[in-house]
């Protein structure tokens, strides 16, 4: 028993190590997750917190539904425990801004500041300053390199990526019976999150799916150019059953080669929900699923993580919250788990 | 609104616009964010350190609109002179991490500059084109990842240290405000980039070197680039693509809200100075009002076109 233990431990570093094969969604320096639900604030301290009349500051890295979802969940949940959110910000992924915010929501003293730090590296010294003023902060998905738990931060809380990636290969391998040729649209930039997730997907289509087969790679830093992508890759696969793409955004983009070829047989899978997305798949046309995170719960955990560091208690340090899979079946639902409220009327009606 | 611009016209208020908003702005944020650290020595330092790499793209953009012409490249340029400098200094000392920022952001300048002055390209699409030309260079030059910068001296001199208590960004500022104030005001430069933007022809008649004059202003604008790019670097103590790239329009209005004209003849580097000062007050107001991110893009986004519609009101006319 014990040997099996030790075999299995080493065989998860070294796939943690090899770094395209993991499992299973492990924290930005190999931490092991906790799930998101496993993070909460006793009802017993709720009173304690309300006497503290703490504030609380979002400092993001970008505006999205997604982030809207994740500010929706901590601003409830902090509701919850007489916590304020007096400032939010968004960087627009430039690293140079993020700094200069976090300085300025700084200077209304919060108790709380949770954050997506936009790159390990440069987001180091920008988040300094905050830690040196004790605030509990939480990180989104994201940890500034050579930031420790507990030192210099509450939690990392972030989506299940190797689930998402996962999910969408199932969800696409369901609706393809199993087998085809499926190109593989990659966020080609490093970026753990998108990293994670795609890579999760390629893993699991070639360990779990033998009939289906990635014919086709491409990388894309740019959403506005997933068309020209597309293109260029149906061009050369004409054949494809399927194809993945990194997120949303581009996957619109390849929607639309789909459609300018003509193509209703090459199925989507994508990850992060979205209207034109969703619309074509309640549809029936191209887009077979959309594998979403539970963004909301996102929030929420984040905010409980920030709330127990005030009270002295510690946190996991990498809280994953779960992936859903939304199809044309489970729209509303999907909406309602993900981002906390209803799929928009052109999905339902 | 018709009458106040009438009125604005008639006592020339674009000349103070920047001034008189700059003051506006601050006593409304000072009297209803007063308790909410506005006021604080940290918050007002902040505002000036944050713009120092704005201000100083401001400056190298007067130059150029001031002779007529336009850089939309600079944005690139800052990058690809952190990631030089950055990438330098991981092998080797200050001097030439230095040397490598400022040098790629003149070679970057002289380059816009000669297929503007000398082949007579326009600028706004040489520009346009080299901003895209260059942002790509900063993606591939290290793949898309963030260098760290551990240099001590350079983070010091570029980013986190000061001189006798006074922040070395805002010494900086205050060096590139002084010297470009002086160059734009009392050499002969400055003069020509005046004439040159003011009538290129009427220039050229009377024996400046108008594209000399051209090609100087762009190396200029690409030197302080390179320059914002070094206090970029040093105050994340990384350079990364992205650096420099969202600063394009924020420069801009600056510089036009400051009093220089969009098209030539008529430049202000304190007006830049203080232009740049109210875009970083103003985002530091809206975030600290509490107000959400899409709230304060269009708080903001009015405020700017009121200002600019004032400042250009004079220039159109």
Same mark, same amino acid.
């Given at each position: 028993?014990?040997?099996?233990?030790?075999?299995?431990?080493?065989?998860?570093?070294?796939?943690?190590?090899?770094?395209?094969?993991?499992?299973?969604?492990?924290?930005?320096?190999?931490?092991?997750?906790?799930?998101?639900?496993?993070?909460?604030?006793?009802?017993?301290?709720?009173?304690?917190?309300?006497?503290?009349?703490?504030?609380?500051?979002?400092?993001?890295?970008?505006?999205?539904?997604?982030?809207?979802?994740?500010?929706?969940?901590?601003?409830?949940?902090?509701?919850?425990?007489?916590?304020?959110?007096?400032?939010?910000?968004?960087?627009?992924?430039?690293?140079?801004?993020?700094?200069?915010?976090?300085?300025?929501?700084?200077?209304?003293?919060?108790?709380?500041?949770?954050?997506?730090?936009?790159?390990?590296?440069?987001?180091?010294?920008?988040?300094?300053?905050?830690?040196?003023?004790?605030?509990?902060?939480?990180?989104?998905?994201?940890?500034?390199?050579?930031?420790?738990?507990?030192?210099?931060?509450?939690?990392?809380?972030?989506?299940?990526?190797?689930?998402?990636?996962?999910?969408?290969?199932?969800?696409?391998?369901?609706?393809?019976?199993?087998?085809?040729?499926?190109?593989?649209?990659?966020?080609?930039?490093?970026?753990?999150?998108?990293?994670?997730?795609?890579?999760?997907?390629?893993?699991?289509?070639?360990?779990?799916?033998?009939?289906?087969?990635?014919?086709?790679?491409?990388?894309?830093?740019?959403?506005?150019?997933?068309?020209?992508?597309?293109?260029?890759?149906?061009?050369?696969?004409?054949?494809?059953?399927?194809?993945?793409?990194?997120?949303?955004?581009?996957?619109?983009?390849?929607?639309?080669?789909?459609?300018?070829?003509?193509?209703?047989?090459?199925?989507?899978?994508?990850?992060?929900?979205?209207?034109?997305?969703?619309?074509?798949?309640?549809?029936?046309?191209?887009?077979?699923?959309?594998?979403?995170?539970?963004?909301?719960?996102?929030?929420?955990?984040?905010?409980?993580?920030?709330?127990?560091?005030?009270?002295?208690?510690?946190?996991?340090?990498?809280?994953?919250?779960?992936?859903?899979?939304?199809?044309?079946?489970?729209?509303?639902?999907?909406?309602?788990?993900?981002?906390?409220?209803?799929?928009?009327?052109?999905?339902?009606? | 609104?018709?009458?106040?611009?009438?009125?604005?016209?008639?006592?020339?208020?674009?000349?103070?616009?920047?001034?008189?908003?700059?003051?506006?702005?601050?006593?409304?944020?000072?009297?209803?964010?007063?308790?909410?650290?506005?006021?604080?020595?940290?918050?007002?330092?902040?505002?000036?350190?944050?713009?120092?790499? &704005?201000?100083?793209?401001?400056?190298?953009?007067?130059?150029?609109?001031?002779?007529?012409?336009?850089?939309?490249?600079?944005?690139?340029?800052?990058?690809?002179?952190?990631?030089?400098?950055?990438?330098?200094?991981?092998?080797?000392?200050?001097?030439?991490?230095?040397?490598?920022?400022?040098?790629?952001?003149?070679?970057?300048?002289?380059?816009?500059?000669?297929?503007?002055?000398?082949?007579?390209?326009?600028?706004?699409?040489? &520009?346009?084109? &080299?901003?895209?030309?260059?942002?790509?260079?900063?993606?591939?030059? &290290?793949?898309?990842?963030?260098?760290?910068?551990?240099?001590?001296?350079?983070?010091?001199?570029?980013?986190?240290?000061?001189?006798?208590?006074?922040?070395?960004?805002?010494?900086?500022?205050?060096?590139?405000?002084?010297?470009?104030?002086?160059?734009?005001?009392?050499?002969?430069?400055?003069?020509?980039?005046?004439?040159?933007?003011?009538?290129?022809?009427?220039?050229?008649?009377?024996?400046?070197?108008?594209?000399?004059?051209?090609?100087?202003?762009?190396?200029?604008?690409?030197?302080?680039?390179?320059?914002?790019?070094?206090?970029?670097?040093?105050?994340?103590?990384?350079?990364?693509?992205?650096?420099?790239?969202?600063?394009?329009?924020?420069?801009?209005?600056?510089?036009?809200?400051?009093?220089?004209?969009?098209?030539?003849?008529?430049?202000?580097?304190?007006?830049?100075?203080?232009?740049?000062?109210?875009?970083?007050?103003?985002?530091?107001?809206?975030?600290?009002?509490?107000?959400?991110?899409?709230?304060?893009?269009?708080?903001?986004?009015?405020?700017?076109?009121?200002?600019?519609?004032?400042?250009?009101?004079?220039?159109?006319?």
């Amino acid at each position: 028993m014990h040997l099996i233990t030790k075999t299995a431990f080493a065989a998860a570093v070294s796939l943690a190590l090899t770094g395209t094969s993991w499992a299973q969604t492990i924290g930005p320096s190999g931490e092991t997750a906790t799930p998101s639900a496993e993070v909460v604030v006793a009802d017993s301290d709720i009173a304690t917190l309300k006497a503290g009349n703490h504030t609380a500051a979002l400092v993001w890295h970008d505006q999205s539904d997604f982030v809207s979802a994740v500010s929706a969940g901590a601003t409830d949940e902090f509701a919850r425990f007489g916590i304020e959110v007096v400032a939010t910000t968004n960087a627009a992924f430039d690293t140079a801004k993020q700094r200069s915010d976090i300085e300025t929501v700084l200077a209304k003293e919060p108790s709380i500041v949770l954050a997506l730090p936009l790159d390990p590296v440069a987001s180091a010294a920008a988040f300094k300053e905050a830690t040196e003023t004790g605030v509990q902060l939480v990180f989104l998905s994201n940890v500034p390199a050579g930031y420790e738990h507990g030192t210099h931060y509450a939690s990392i809380v972030t989506d299940d990526l190797f689930q998402m990636g996962k999910q969408a290969a199932d969800a696409l391998a369901a609706d393809l019976g199993g087998k085809g040729k499926v190109g593989w649209i990659f966020h080609d930039a490093t970026y753990y999150v998108t990293n994670q997730r795609d890579n999760a997907f390629k893993t699991t289509i070639e360990n779990d799916y033998p009939e289906m087969e990635i014919v086709a790679t491409a990388g894309i830093s740019d959403p506005a150019r997933a068309e020209e992508i597309a293109n260029a890759m149906l061009l050369k696969h004409p054949d494809l059953a399927g194809v993945y793409v990194t997120w949303a955004g581009p996957a619109e983009g390849v929607l639309s080669a789909l459609r300018s070829n003509g193509n209703k047989s090459t199925k989507i899978v994508t990850l992060d929900l979205s209207e034109p997305i969703a619309l074509d798949m309640v549809r029936g046309g191209n887009v077979s699923a959309i594998v979403a995170d539970e963004a909301y719960e996102l929030g929420r955990a984040m905010a409980a993580s920030a709330a127990r560091g005030l009270l002295g208690q510690d946190s996991p340090a990498f809280v994953v919250a779960p992936a859903i899979t939304v199809n044309a079946d489970n729209v509303q639902e999907g909406w309602q788990t993900s981002l906390h409220r209803d799929a928009p009327k052109s999905l339902t009606q | 609104m018709q009458q106040l611009l009438e009125l604005s016209r008639r006592i020339n208020l674009s000349q103070y616009v920047v001034y008189i908003g700059f003051l506006l702005i601050f006593l409304f944020f000072a009297i209803t964010l007063g308790d909410d650290g506005f006021l604080t020595q940290r918050n007002l330092t902040n505002i000036i350190l944050q713009t120092a790499p &704005t201000t100083i793209m401001a400056i190298g953009l007067v130059f150029v609109l001031a002779a007529g012409e336009i850089d939309l490249s600079f944005g690139s340029i800052v990058a690809v002179a952190a990631l030089s400098s950055a990438v330098i200094l991981g092998e080797y000392p200050l001097f030439y991490g230095v040397l490598a920022g400022l040098g790629v952001g003149i070679a970057i300048g002289f380059f816009n500059g000669v297929l503007v002055a000398y082949l007579r390209l326009p600028s706004f699409l040489v &520009t346009l084109a &080299t901003m895209g030309l260059f942002a790509g260079i900063a993606r591939s030059m &290290t793949n898309l990842r963030s260098v760290p910068v551990i240099n001590e001296s350079f983070v010091g001199f570029f980013g986190s240290g000061s001189l006798f208590g006074v922040p070395s960004l805002l010494l900086w500022t205050l060096g590139a405000v002084a010297v470009g104030h002086f160059v734009f005001r009392e050499t002969k430069l400055g003069a020509h980039v005046l004439a040159t933007g003011d009538n290129p022809r009427a220039a050229q008649v009377s024996g400046i070197k108008v594209p000399r004059v051209r090609l100087m202003v762009m190396m200029i604008c690409g030197g302080l680039a390179g320059l914002a790019g070094l206090l970029y670097a040093g105050r994340l103590q990384a350079a990364r693509y992205t650096l420099g790239e969202s600063d394009l329009m924020t420069v801009i209005a600056a510089v036009i809200i400051g009093g220089t004209a969009l098209n030539g003849g008529k430049g202000t580097i304190i007006g830049a100075l203080v232009g740049s000062l109210m875009m970083g007050m103003l985002n530091n107001g809206l975030i600290l009002m509490g107000l959400s991110v899409s709230d304060q893009m269009i708080v903001r986004g009015v405020i700017i076109l009121i200002a600019v519609a004032i400042s250009l009101r004079d220039v159109n006319r």
